[in-house]
C-alpha cells in the first residue's frame, strides 16, 4: 500500500432530504437545521437544511468500497473507530460528496487512513478523519 499516497476516490453521493429525514428517524436527532427545510431556508447561512455530520461519517463505509480494494491474508475486517474527526464544514441537503482515502500507516493487522470527505463545489471539505481499520 501507498503509505502517504492518495489511493482512492469514490464516486459522487447526492445528499438527500429523505436521508437526511431516515437518519433522523433512526438516531432521534430531529433538530430543525436537518429537518425543516423551510425554517432552515429562513434562518440558517446555508440556505437549506443540513446532514448530520454523523450520517456523513456513517457513509463511509460504502465510499470507501468504491475507492479502495484493500486484499490480503485475512477474513474481515472492522471498523476500529477514529483518532481525530473534525466537521470542517455542512453538507446542504441536494448537495454531493465523495471521499478520498490516503493511508497514513499499514501494518500486518491495522491501517490508518486520512479520509477527506469533499462537497461538490465548496471550498472546505465537510470532514477530515483518521480513521482505523483493524484485519483478522
Known sequence: MLTGQEVGVSDWLTITQEMIDHFADVTGD???????????KRETPFGSTIAHGFLTVSL????SQQAVNVRGDFKMR???GFNRLRFVSPVPAGSRIRARFTPQKVTDNEVTWLVTVDVE???KPAVVAEWLGRFY
Do not use: F, M, S, T
Not at 430531529?30 to 432552515?40: C, G, L, N, S, T
Not at 463511509?60 to 465510499?63: D, I, R, T
Open 60 to 63: 463511509l463505509p460504502q465510499l
Open 30 to 40: 430531529h433538530q430543525w437545521i436537518h429537518v425543516d427545510p423551510e425554517r432552515a
Open 78 to 80: 472492522i471498523n476500529y
Open 121 to 123: 463545489g465548496q471550498p
